[in-house]
């Protein structure tokens, strides 16, 4: 795999990930941009306990543009798009309406003390990306060859590993959000990463289950669930040498599957070169199997939850929760007051039903 | 106002509230229904520390029928509904295809308690029930006069005080969902109670936050939230003698108001005759103010913030959190990997900027 890094004409940085060590990556952007000055925020809910983001500019991003006007294809004679190269394998660049983007003249996480101490606000420190899967606008993850998943992986691990080094960077997110049901603004096969100035609300429940349970059992709770999946097998999905998928006993939506390395890996970077093979299909089993379940297209969320980037690396471990709202053919399922405003959530399908489906699903 | 018990064929509960003391109320239902004997399930997620509900029977429910089919209209001589009467002003009854609910054959909490310690399930006991607020199948919450939301939040406040009696009842909310957007799959005007057998995460979340504050200060969070956005005026939406309306810091939604009584009413019960009325309506006047901002039409969540009914009901205080996904004519903020999967929420739109549009608009 051979990695070239380049800058976009507004100073935004894009990394290609070529699967042939002698692709030369030299073209340049030519477009006139203004230069990339967003100042996302956060702001602390002092009742929620949690950072919230504020984006206003991200009002303004591309909103379904045709494909003619696909800014993720490759750039051409007559067109520019976000890509300079008239091709690519796996291309990695910074968000142009970034949720999170760490600029030049923030020096610090603290941008703004008020003297209200229940109005706390701080720059929204971090980095907002965009990961390209394919050259080709009309594919989808699941139609990938297992080639380019592994590439993808490689490119995930690698900007985890390089997005952690920054100051201010607590967590990376590496995700899929897949279909204008959830609102996805750009049909192109992409994903996104996000490295927060902050510990999510999921991670840190996630965190505090896990010491709790460490403390009680002196067992890593990840590791409990796994084995406890594998002894019951009513859930499980499709197994490997190195992976485990099933439906989790609380699923929260219609289709979720999560995916387990059996190792102890924190994060991406930690999997070997071994399970990162097994990975590359495994997951395109699963993502076919969901995709197969209804008769209908199937919106989805991939989201990669890894260990914090500073603290408590032992605790979480590495893995992929892949959903979808979609409950039946034509139907979805959607956050509504118990969901939305007290978090509770209330699936419409048993997990054992989902996971025999998918079982027989293909 | 006027209070009438009644049941269903199946056995369920209804209970007209009609605003005349002489409204006469002898009708009963003529259609014939198998006996009301579902059981949702709730399930504990070990890694997010929350209980999710599983009603897979829900999958059957009504969904978008035609109007001249509606259940939620009063019956006919030819047409039989949810509702036997030929006219109703306020009804509340128990949802044929509940969340939670309490059949009698569950003695109690503990239904199955599996060997695997990590696999906990029981009984989704407690109650839901829909509030229909008008019978004019067209109409809207915010259509309502001002005496009809007198006698919603009356039917409210009583069936808080009756569903907090119940055994393992641990919160009640009562919430009304609008819009297909958000996928209401009845457009007749009505909105639900659920009784959970537990605390929802984000009342847990927030008696947390009230703690850890009045440990720190010795003060309530809630009051002190209130005096804050009443100092800054930056994010109010509407005051009044004794609520005052605003967009809370850190707003999740684009559109986000929160209603605080200047009271410490822990729930709708303690609300004293005259917060009652002002409620009935400066709620008309946050929710016309909402659907005014943008040009389309408003998918909006209304949800009542209630303490817990057994515990720390003196840390909660009652507001109501009025809410949408529409961020502009035609778009809407979906929730995506990073809100659906790591809770961490961003905004396009400042709430300093939503207030402004709110205060403007009408």
Redesign the interface.
């Known amino acids: 795999m051979k990695k070239t890094h380049a800058r976009l004409a507004d100073g935004r940085e894009i990394i290609y990930f070529d699967e042939s060590d002698g692709a030369v990556r030299d073209l340049s952007d030519r477009r006139e941009l203004t230069p990339f000055r967003f100042r ?1 925020t956060v ?14 500019f ?2 303004d991003r591309t ?1 379904l543009p045709p494909a003619d006007q696909c800014p993720l294809c490759p750039s051409t004679a007559s067109r520019y798009s976000e890509i300079p190269a008239h091709s690519y394998d796996v291309v990695v660049f910074e968000n142009r309406f970034p ?1 999170f983007a760490t600029v030049a003249t923030t020096a610090g996480p603290a941008e703004h003390t008020p003297a ?1 101490p ?2 706390q606000l701080q720059a929204g420190a971090g980095h907002s990306e965009v990961v390209c899967f394919t050259a080709e606008h009309d594919s989808s993850f699941s139609a990938l060859a297992p080639d380019r998943v592994r590439t993808v992986i490689e490119a995930w691990a690698d900007r985890t590993i390089t997005l952690s080094s920054l100051p201010h960077v607590e967590q990376i ?1 590496c ?3 897949r279909g204008e049901e ?3 603004t750009l049909s192109h096969p992409h994903g ?1 990463i ?1 490295a ?1 100035p ?1 510990l ?4 840190r ?2 965190l ?3 010491r709790a ?1 460490r403390e009680r059992t002196e067992r890593n ?2 590791a ?2 796994l084995a ?1 999946e594998q ?2 097998g009513e859930r499980i999905v499709a197994r490997g040498e190195k992976w485990t998928a099933f439906v ?5 939506w219609p289709l979720e599957v999560h995916l387990y390395p059996h190792s102890q890996a924190p994060d991406l970077p930690a999997l070997s070169d071994a399970e990162r093979a097994e990975l590359s299909w495994l997951y395109l089993d699963v993502l076919r199997r969901m995709e197969a379940v209804f008769d209908d297209t199937l919106p989805y ?3 990669w ?1 890894q260990a914090p980037v500073r603290i408590d690396r032992d605790l979480v471990r590495l893995h992929l ?1 892949l ?1 979808s709202i979609r ?2 053919p034509g ?8 969901e ?12 054992e ?1 989902a996971a025999r489906m998918l079982r027989e699903a293909r």
């Open positions: 996302p702001r602390y809910d002092v009742l929620a306990d949690e950072w919230v983001g504020v984006a206003d991200r009002q909103h949720s209200e229940l109005l997110f995700f899929e959000n959830i609102g996805v996104q996000y927060y902050f999510t609300p999921r991670t429940r996630m505090d289950s896990a349970y709770l990840f409990d669930v406890t002894r019951s989790p006993f609380a699923a929260r969320i991939a989201a939850h929760q959903f409950r039946g139907r979805l399922k959607y956050l509504a007051g118990s939305s405003a007290m978090g509770a959530f209330v699936n419409d399908i048993t997990p039903a």
